[in-house]
């Protein structure tokens, strides 16, 4: 099994920043993508950033320039440090892995708890 541990949630003020992070384990191969989404209520799921276990990074345009996101492959883990924080950006964020579980094995997607976000004065 494998099971993805967020943490790093929170209330903060507009302007303010908050760092999430969320580590992978149990039986896992390799981790091809590790990303953050969220979901505001009454809003559908959105990709926030991804990040390839090469470094390579993709930001929706609503947070490029705001959000920076990271990994540590050597220990299956994805930071994403947010800064100027607004409340539009107030959400559940989700932590994804796209990963392999055997080496042959095809690629899976895992999804942690969520973790609240809340940006509010």
């Known amino acids: 099994q494998v099971q993805l541990a967020e943490s790093g949630g929170g209330l903060v003020q507009p302007g303010g920043s908050l760092r999430l992070s969320c580590a992978a384990s149990?039986?896992?191969?390799?981790?091809?993508?590790m990303g953050w989404y969220r979901r505001a209520p009454g809003n559908q799921r959105e990709l926030v950033a991804t990040?390839?276990?090469?470094?390579?990074?993709n930001n929706a345009d609503s947070v490029k320039g705001r959000f920076t996101i990271s990994r540590d492959n050597t220990k299956n883990t994805v930071w994403m440090q947010m800064n100027s924080l607004k409340p539009e950006d107030t959400a559940v964020y989700y932590c994804?892995?796209?990963?392999?579980?055997?080496?042959?094995?095809?690629?899976?997607?895992?999804w942690g708890q969520g973790t609240q976000v809340s940006v509010s004065s």
């Open positions: 994804n892995a796209r990963l392999r579980r055997r080496r042959y094995y095809t690629t899976e997607d895992y």
């Open positions: 149990g039986s896992i191969f390799s981790i091809d993508v």
């Open positions: 990040i390839t276990s090469s470094g390579s990074t």
